[in-house]
């Protein structure tokens, strides 16, 4: 069946809107799924579930400070807020970057060095079928091209929030990112759970 999509306001990328802030236990109904579970990816799962709550709170500030018009919002509330969301929305994609790039570490043996350019070039590998070391020989993609380019917007949005006073960041489009970040945890928890069902197929041996 053809998914719904939703078209981001870049007017570019498109997610399928039934992954789109989706909680864990929704996204894990399927037993196929959970029993694959090795404890490798046991701990990306916990990873997942803490970056889950930053998700669920972001999405209890947007309701929190949405229901009141903006010219009900004090200056320091206005602060308070964009400051948190911006927090929140950057937490959020540290939590997906670490488990992705564990990922790179673990199958690719191949962990990214601390720079833009390097992280950029392990989401490019990430969202294709690489050669990888030992006997598993060559792996799936882990993620989709689409999820990469939103992933590299959330970069940029890190880097430009990092770089920011609380004053200047009405200048980085703090509703899209929040949006963006929020609608692909539940993309990327889905990806990944499909990269460990073509891993088990491969009879890849993480046993750690």
Known sequence: MTRKRKRFESGQLVIPTDLLGKTFSELDDDEHITSMARP???GIDNEFELTNTEAVNLKELIKLYGSKHTDEL???EKYVFNAARA???VNIYNGLERILFRICGEVDEQFPLDTM???RDALERLSMEMPVPGPLGRRPAVISA???EVLNELMKFRRAQQ?????Q???LDLAGNAEKVIGIVGVVKAEVDRFK???AKLDYPSGE
Not at 163 to 167: D, F, H, I, L, M
């Open 40 to 42: 490798f990816f046991q």
């Open 74 to 76: 004090s200056k320091v």
């Open 87 to 89: 927090k929140l929305t």
């Open 117 to 119: 350019a390097s992280k």
């Open 146 to 148: 689409e999820t990469k």
């Open 163 to 167: 770089g920011c006073y609380t004053a």
């Open 169 to 171: 960041l009405v200048h």
């Open 197 to 199: 069902i073509e891993l």
